[in-house]
Each structure stands twice: as structure tokens, then as C-alpha cells.
């Protein structure tokens, strides 16, 4: 399997109009937008002449209030054929509402925990997720801690915060 095949399938399977791979990326990677990740995600899980078998990591970008966009970046990587695939979801950045991503637990098991680990730190939510809630930070903790915005509050708990 090449990444020439891989574009070409995913073009026939989901979108005709998805962009060249970045092969200046290492690894390789292609921008989808988030309304064809699920999709996407399908096709290179269950392809035969794809399967990218596993989700490795799943990371949040806050590009920041000027930018006001948020990226995921899910690393993949096919086990039987040797091949590495970065796939990157922009997404608008909100002060007032949560930037949405669809959830790929229902095909890898291993972005439940990466999908809360942002949606805590990050406030991404992932839409069908089946248990989004903080992970890392208390529940009741208010705001999302790696925001280039996030301010950390004076007190927590009558506690003084420094």
C-alpha cells in the first residue's frame, strides 16, 4: 500500500474533493474537515488494503484567540503494512461554545481516554463520546487549563491557588 492508493481510496470512498497528503509532515498527514472525520476514519480502519489497526495518540492545539482555531491530531499507524498517518482536524475556537469533533471510540477503543484528556484540558467535545467527563481536573474544576487563554483561579475550595 502506498500513500498515492491510500488518497485515492479515501477520494472514491468519502470525498472527491479532500486535499493532497503533506508529506512534508512526519508523519505524513491529511487535513479533514470534521464533518467527514468519522467517515474517513471508517475507511482507513476497515480497508483492506488500508487498515490503520491502531490509534496511537490523540493531541489538542489551542492555536489561540487570534488564530480562533483549535486543532486534533490523531496519529495512526497500520501494523501489517508498516505505514504512519497523521490525520488533522481544524476547528474553530469559541469563548461561548465548545469546539465540536466527532468522537472515534466506536472505531478505537484507545481515543476514549485521549478524547476526555482533551475535552478536560482542551474543552473539545467529542460528540458521541460515550463517557466525556474530566479526566485529569476536579469535576467541578472551571475551565479548560491548556487554553492559551486560561487564566488559573485565585482559590479553589477556600484553597489559595499559586
Known amino acids: ?3 498515492s492508493n491510500l488518497l ?3 477520494r472514491q470512498q468519502v470525498d472527491s474533493n479532500l486535499p493532497d497528503l503533506n508529506t ?4 505524513a ?3 479533514v474537515e470534521a464533518k467527514h472525520l468519522l467517515a474517513v476514519a471508517k475507511v482507513l480502519y476497515t480497508h483492506p488494503d488500508l487498515y490503520f489497526d491502531s490509534l496511537s495518540c490523540i493531541t489538542g492545539i489551542d492555536n489561540g484567540p487570534t488564530l480562533g482555531t483549535m486543532e486534533v491530531a490523531y496519529n495512526l499507524y497500520s501494523i501489517p503494512y508498516h505505514q504512519s498517518l497523521m ?5 474553530p475556537r469559541s469563548v461561548e461554545a465548545m469546539p465540536v469533533v466527532p468522537s472515534l471510540t466506536g472505531i478505537w477503543r484507545t481515543a476514549d481516554w485521549h478524547e476526555r484528556e482533551a475535552y478536560d484540558l482542551l474543552g473539545i467535545y467529542f460528540e458521541g463520546h460515550p463517557d466525556l467527563r474530566r479526566i485529569l481536573m476536579p469535576a467541578d474544576w472551571v475551565g479548560h487549563p491548556l487554553r492559551k487563554d486560561y487564566q488559573d483561579p485565585s482559590t479553589y ?3 489559595t491557588v499559586k
Not at 512534508?24 to 508523519?27: A, M, R, T
Open 24 to 27: 512534508n509532515d512526519s508523519p
Open 1 to 3: 500500500m502506498g500513500m
Open 157 to 159: 475550595r477556600g484553597i
Open 87 to 91: 490525520l488533522k482536524v481544524v476547528v
Open 8 to 10: 485515492e481510496i479515501l
Open 29 to 31: 498527514s491529511l487535513q
